[in-house]
T-cell receptor
């Protein structure tokens, strides 16, 4: 099993839609979890950390399910500016961050 | 907001040449990392650095690679003899021991 695995997409959704991404992780990437956003040829930027209790930041909600070893990101009321690649990341017990290959979202007018 | 700064933004080099990629991490951060991303592929861990020494390195980080923190502010990645397959975006990141890495804007390395 890959350390961190994501469906690469692309997810093509209309403006205003709700879209959800899932990501699975293995034991080697199971300390802390994050969602990053990456625009084309740019650096990853932290979108949000993911906690067991779930967390919400505006239109974005992240959930962690340790029993099933997956994390999710929900985006409500999608905007054109949400078009990007969303990287799921899990940190190992040595502190390194392991990324999935990213899920591409394209929001269309 | 504090930033991780990387220079140059783009470097073109001939195969077999040495390159040094430079990074200035956030000043109060303690852990430093290099990652790379080959075009169209995922962001991959190369090496982590703490307390002036390598704390972990990946299989990619072979003898051709080295890192250094020469003066307490800069953090450099050296590739001794570049290969075509070293062409990638190289990202530096730093963290203060808590959650959330901050990445620099990257250096695009093109080996010709």
């Amino acid at each position: 099993r890959k350390e961190v695995e994501q469906d690469p997409g692309p997810f093509n959704v209309p403006e205003g839609a709700t879209v959800a991404f899932n990501c699975t992780y293995s034991n080697s990437a199971s300390q802390s979890f994050f969602w990053y956003r990456q625009d084309c040829r740019k650096e990853p930027k932290l979108l949000m950390s993911v906690y067991s209790s779930g967390n919400e930041d505006g239109r974005f909600t992240a959930q962690l399910n340790r029993a099933s070893q997956y994390i999710s990101l929900l985006i409500r009321d999608s905007k054109l500016s949400d078009s990007a690649t969303y990287l799921c990341g899990g940190s190992s017990n040595t502190g390194k961050l392991i990324f999935g290959q990213g899920t591409t979202l394209q929001v269309k007018p | 907001e504090p930033e991780v700064t990387q220079t140059p933004s783009h470097q073109v080099t001939q195969m077999g040449q040495e390159v040094i990629l430079r990074c200035v991490p956030i000043s109060n951060h303690l852990y430093f990392y290099w990652y790379r991303q080959i075009l169209g592929q995922k962001v991959e861990f190369l090496v982590s650095f703490y307390n002036n020494e390598i704390s972990e390195k990946s299989e990619i980080f072979d003898d051709q690679f080295s890192v250094e923190r020469p003066d307490g502010s800069n953090f450099t990645l050296k590739i001794r003899s570049t290969k075509l397959e070293d062409s990638a975006m190289y990202f530096c990141a730093s963290i203060d021991g808590k959650y959330g890495y901050t990445f620099g804007s990257g250096t695009r390395l093109t080996v010709v």
